[in-house]
């Protein structure tokens, strides 16, 4: 059943988001050549709490750790470990956590160092097809909506749309209806209304759509080792039109980046 968020809710909900927003931005300066992604889960773990939150992942569905860690081919659901990163790699990094009974969950993937072109690219589709997808979410449209504009332009990069995982409602629940698959027909599915509450989170493969899942019950990978990349937002439905919860920006102040990108989707500009 997809329970809609009155205005309170909303701004309840927003906290938890920017909580989330502001632990990925204080990684993407942590995220670099010779770090384990243990030790950024440690630093996710404090800083959530030092914010008055709690890890949204940490215990869900038994989950060991404040953060999921997937780097290169895996997609998602990867556990934090002792390995460190390498300049080239790519880490997707998704996060949660639940203040005033609600939750925020969004997720960013990052360069480790120097990245080939071609890397970027799946980067920079992925994070453009997130955009496509949440235009589309608006009062009278239906989730076929999003994901067909998702899978649209992400097939016409020449990448592949996983199936298995998809996006999906939010509140005080991790995981609400409806769920948002990155695939669909266009007029199909649940139809969106004012207040519903949804993380969009393209997951997309450099090559096979297809993935594997390792003995571990969490960690995914392209069936081909092809990189995959991961970029998740936190939207609602206000006065009928897409508004972000959850922002990229402090990412980007940290690694010196402008970007207008979320403007659209702001009735205000955001205070950082
Ligand atoms: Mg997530
Ligand atoms: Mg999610």
Excluded at 128 to 152: C, P, T
Excluded at 234 to 258: C, H, M, N, R
Aim: glycine share 10%; with cysteine; charged share 25%.
């Amino acid at each position: 059943m997809i329970k809609p968020k009155n205005k309170e809710e909303i701004e309840i909900m927003r906290e938890s988001a920017l909580i989330v927003s502001k632990t990925l931005g204080m990684l993407a300066k942590e995220v670099k050549p010779g770090v384990t992604t243990l030790q950024l889960d440690k630093l996710a773990e404090e800083f959530i709490r030092d914010h008055g939150a709690i890890p949204g992942f940490l215990g869900l569905y038994d989950f060991p750790n404040t953060l999921c860690v997937s780097p290169n081919s895996q997609v998602v659901h990867g556990i934090p470990n002792n390995t460190p990163l390498e300049e080239g790699d790519i880490l997707s990094i998704d996060c949660g956590a639940l203040k005033n009974e609600f939750y925020g969950d969004h997720a960013y993937t990052f360069a480790v160092g120097e990245i080939l072109p071609e890397t970027q690219k799946l980067l920079d589709i992925t994070k453009e097809s997130l955009y496509v997808g949440i235009r589309e979410f608006k009062a009278g449209n239906r989730v076929g909506d999003v994901g067909f504009a998702i899978q649209k332009f992400t097939e016409d990069h020449g990448y592949g749309v996983v199936r298995e995982l998809v996006g999906h409602g939010l509140g005080k629940k991790m995981h609400e209806d409806p769920e948002m698959p990155n695939y669909g027909r266009r007029g199909r599915g649940k139809k969106f209304v004012e207040g519903m509450v949804v993380a969009i989170e393209p997951m997309t493969n450099m090559g096979t759509h297809k993935i594997k899942q390792h003995r571990d019950g969490w960690t995914i990978t392209t069936l081909d080792n092809k990189p995959s990349a991961h970029f998740e937002h936190d939207v609602a439905i206000v006065d009928g039109k897409p508004e972000l919860l959850s922002t990229f920006q402090y990412i980007y102040e940290a690694l010196g980046i402008q970007s207008n990108e979320e403007d659209e989707f702001r009735k205000q500009p955001l205070v950082l």
